[in-house]
């Protein structure tokens, strides 16, 4: 729990606005707003020129409408290139409404090069480790739900025309601001049975009316009916709002468990079929060193694994002890989020991105649906209708509700449309941004701090007779992530991690292979090239692999051993012929 504790301690003596409001800061950003995509792109930039020995803007592609997908990559050189270390990859706003996602992924970036030299915790894990990042994987949905009406669920999609409906024409029934606002409220519909009526505290609420008995037989009803969406039906088929633009989602395109579009909808074509994810999809495959992965979404307070189907829940069997250690670390910094799992806490999902990550690349990955609920009630449960007027009214000064309004409907007649803006849920406010974004970053460090760290124990030397000997290597790994998932490892995914001998003049090395525990007496070669050790396991987290090789040669002689990995830093060492077992040192 050393980590654990570093970490929080990082956040707890200064607040992160003090932070940003040091002098020796090197940029200005603030989270106390949500930026527009270009200013994502320009802020973006601007940081990396304030640090150009740590961060590289790098463009990966262009969105459908042109604008620019980009990666920031964060390494220290001086410790290395960024493809001999463990990685991280980080993303968000794959769904163009989850706007916080963006200005969680800036923060972290922001945070890391900020504090590198400053706070022990972030420099040690800096130099250590490298990380990609991905600010906004859906430039155009952002943009758009910026630019265009919309409701705090639309503009999830890329903006590629697509025919939802199927009814051969592209994007043509799209919502409609009919009162002005900005955004896609609800539209009310007089009825004489009605299952709502206006309040009469607050005529810009609609209570809703149980059709209960009077006491003169009648029933009681209310003389508004919900008439759904605010919007028309542009092209005269009896639905509204069904065909807007784009329409499909980026986060079922990718090949682990992609399904077409009768299935999963909005999957694409085929894997990859979006310029977005196809760029994203390029880059990583360019850094098997990969160790860990994390998607921020929105919204519900949730920290997900997959699988995203139950019949992949065998990929993540060998791992869910690595998955639950750090999620549960997770429940304990993000207060009101829950750990679950994708398919059976959540809904099924086919060709996820994090399911992607995990199940193809052997990446420990999760997602973080970000804000809750939770956490504007005083005991952190759900809040109460009360307690959400309280909210909206008294501590947001209404400024996510629009008044209802009265409008002519050409089809519906006299409607009423109002209600809650695109500001009205998903996001928190602006003054709970920076909280939600420090405490996400801090989960997300806590994962990257537990990618592996793998060192060379004790050697234990035996002589077994004259010029002959048995050593037995430990490699020993202190984090929760194995240098191979068991995913990896039953999968065949990427390189095996390897031990290379290298021997002086008149060493020999006769067999080789691993051993369960140092002190095993019992040791069966398993190599043909004894001078190479391929761990196909690789290194367990929190935990040692032993290799065993028997040398020949004079005693003195010194073998040189190299550890190397795709997902962990490699070693070089070296190892004595000289009795190092108490028992042989007592016969000298």
């Known amino acids: 729990m050393t980590s654990v504790l570093a970490l929080l301690a990082t956040a707890m003596p200064a607040s992160p606005a003090a932070a940003q409001d040091r002098p020796d800061s090197k940029s200005a950003l603030r989270f106390d707003h949500y930026r527009e995509f270009d200013t994502v792109v320009s802020e973006s930039k601007a940081l990396a020129a304030a640090h150009p020995n740590l961060l590289t803007y790098i463009e990966l592609g262009k969105s459908v409408e042109g604008r620019p997908m980009f990666a920031l990559v964060l390494n220290n050189p001086k410790t290395g290139p960024d493809t001999d270390k463990p990685a991280m990859y980080i993303d968000g706003n794959i769904h163009g409404n989850e706007i916080n996602a963006t200005e969680t992924v800036l923060y972290t970036v922001w945070y890391l090069v900020e504090n590198h030299g400053k706070l022990e915790p972030i420099t040690r894990l800096v130099d250590r480790s490298a990380f990609y990042f991905v600010p906004c994987a859906n430039p155009d949905g952002r943009q758009n739900w910026f630019d265009l009406q919309s409701s705090p669920h639309s503009s999830r999609t890329g903006y590629r025309p697509t025919d939802d409906d199927r009814d051969g024409a592209l994007d043509e029934d799209g919502p409609d601001d009919l009162d002005g606002d900005g955004s896609i409220g609800m539209m009310w519909r007089r009825d004489p049975n009605g299952t709502h009526r206006r309040s009469e505290l607050d005529p810009n609420e609609m209570e809703r009316v149980d059709p209960l008995p009077r006491a003169d037989g009648t029933i009681r009803r209310g003389d508004w009916s919900m008439a759904g969406m605010e919007g028309l039906d542009n092209d005269g088929d009896g639905q509204v709002n069904e065909d807007g633009p784009g329409g499909y989602d980026m986060n079922r395109n990718w090949p682990a468990g992609w399904n077409p ?328």
């Open 261 to 588: 579009d009768h299935v999963q909808g909005g999957a694409g074509d085929w894997p990859f079929s979006y310029p977005e994810t196809d760029a994203i999809g390029r880059f990583i495959a360019t850094k098997p060193n990969l160790a860990a992965g994390q998607a921020y979404h929105n919204t519900g307070g949730m920290i997900l694994r997959g699988p995203g189907v139950p019949q992949r829940e065998g990929a993540y069997a060998g791992d869910r002890g690595t998955y639950d250690a750090i999620a549960r670390t997770g429940e304990q910094m993000l207060p009101g989020y829950r750990s679950m799992v994708i398919h059976s806490d959540l809904y099924p999902v086919h060709g996820g991105f994090v399911n992607w990550l995990a199940e193809s690349l052997g990446v420990v990955s999760f997602t973080n649906e970000l804000w809750t609920e939770k956490r504007i009630s005083q005991n952190g449960g759900d809040p109460s209708p009360q307690m959400r007027d309280i909210w909206q009214d008294h501590v947001l000064f209404g400024q996510t509700k629009s008044p209802l309004k009265e409008v002519d409907h050409p089809t519906l007649g006299k409607v009423l449309v109002g209600g809650g803006t695109k500001w009205s849920s998903r996001i928190p406010p602006a003054f709970m941004l920076e909280e939600e974004c420090h405490r996400n970053m801090a989960f997300t460090l806590f994962h990257a701090n537990e990618m592996p760290r793998v060192s060379m124990g004790p050697s234990l030397v035996r002589r077994l007779g004259d010029r002959l000997w048995e050593v037995t290597i430990e490699l020993r790994n202190d984090a929760l992530i194995p240098t191979r998932t068991a995913r990896a490892a039953q999968s065949r995914i990427g390189i095996a991690d390897r031990v290379a001998l290298t021997t002086p003049s008149g060493v020999e090395i006769a067999a080789s292979g691993t051993v369960e525990r140092r002190y095993d007496r019992t040791f069966t070669p398993e190599r043909e090239t004894p001078r190479v050790v391929v761990l196909d396991e690789g290194v367990p987290g929190r935990g040692s692999t032993f290799v065993r090789f028997l040398a020949s040669g004079p005693e003195g002689a010194e073998i040189a051993v190299a550890f190397t990995a795709e997902k962990a830093t490699d070693l070089k060492g070296s190892v004595r012929l000289a009795a190092s077992d108490p028992a042989e040192q007592a016969k000298k």
